[in-house]
């Protein structure tokens, strides 16, 4: 009883011990719990990207400290989830941190810059995006045409539709496919922009050249019969619409008012009545209510809107977006 007696201060002292250890590993727990729960401020990922610096962020990812040609497709897969979640800043973050790696080869090392020149892209920042790019498309690899491709949105961000036009040729001459309908509209907005300063001779020019790029083009010929509708010239005003129904039926009333307005003018208004029999259209004259507002619809992705607009604002494809034409037997 005595031996009993003796050794409860030891087990207090051990009991007492235990409790402060488990308390001091409960709140320890707690308190990491708290640091990954903590929302992400948003205003030092900006700061990170403004400024470049690692330190900007206290929420840095580590990268292992070996990057291998077996481990760098794991790191860049991982950046591409972050910035299509909008995790931009940790994206950026992962890339340069590559890009301090001295392993890297010259073709990884470029791997990575365009990937972070796709993060830039995505962040906003176009000049940075455009340095990286400017050295990336003079390689003679195939990581090139994905550089001219990213090129060619920061252009189309910019609205630097020349710079635009240059790049998609270059991609053209490198094979890119589909390249010829997107050169095209970009050719019609320079025709348009020339169009707006008075440049009738270089629009014409632009658009002669977007029918040759792609002689599909329904804008061509649209604008080509505006422009000349407004000049008075109403043979080349008729001329272009009669063209529509070769490259897209859909878009007949959107060139019938100008095809109604010219033959008017010109006083041939039974030729008119002749063209629409002939292209299976008579019941659209004197009448525009086929098309209503709100069906025009992208044939690439399905977006549908009030408006006609050249370039899908869903899916960012050109010369995807028609008219949805009621049945004229409806």
């Not at 401020?41 to 292992?64: H, K």
């Not at 392993?103 to 470029?110: E, F, H, N, Q, W």
């Not at 348009?192 to 009738?200: G, H, K, N, S, T």
């Amino acid at each position: 009883m005595a031996d009993v007696l003796e050794a409860l201060p030891v087990f207090g002292l051990l009991l007492a011990l235990v409790l402060a250890v488990g308390l001091l590993l409960v709140r320890l727990w707690s308190a990491w719990l708290r640091r990954k729960r903590r929302p992400r401020n948003p205003v030092r990922g900006l700061n990170y990207l403004l400024n470049e610096d690692p330190g900007a962020d206290p929420d840095a990812d580590d990268v292992a400290a070996e990057v291998t040609h077996a481990t760098l497709d794991g790191h860049l897969a991982r950046a591409t989830v972050l910035r299509r979640r909008g995790d931009i800043d940790r994206a950026v973050r992962l890339h340069q941190s590559l890009l301090a790696r001295p392993a890297l080869d010259s073709d990884a090392r470029a791997r990575v810059e365009l990937e972070l020149a796709r993060d830039y892209l995505a962040a906003g920042l176009l000049n940075r995006a455009e340095s990286l790019l400017a050295v990336l498309v003079r390689r003679d690899d195939p990581l090139r045409q994905a550089a001219l491709e990213a090129r060619l949105e920061l252009h189309q961000r910019e609205r630097d539709w020349t710079a635009a036009a240059a790049t998609a040729r270059e991609l053209a001459a490198s094979g890119a496919a589909d390249i010829a309908r997107t050169l095209a509209h970009y050719l019609c907005e320079l025709a348009e922009e020339a169009w707006r300063d008075r440049d009738l001779r270089g629009a014409r020019r632009q658009l002669t050249e977007a029918l040759e790029q792609d002689p599909g083009c329904v804008r061509a010929n649209l604008l080509r019969a505006r422009l000349e509708l407004e000049e008075g010239h109403y043979r080349e005003a008729s001329a272009a619409c009669r063209q529509v129904p070769d490259q897209d039926p859909r878009f007949l009333p959107e060139a019938l008012p100008m095809l109604v307005e010219a033959h008017h003018e010109l006083g041939t208004d039974h030729d008119l009545l002749q063209f629409l029999e002939a292209v299976g259209a008579a019941h659209l004259h004197g009448a525009r209510s086929d098309v209503s507002a709100g069906t025009y619809i992208c044939d690439a992705c399905g977006f549908c809107g009030p408006l006609l607009q050249w370039q899908c604002p869903a899916c960012k494809t050109w010369g995807s977006i028609a008219p949805q034409v009621a049945d004229p037997s409806d």
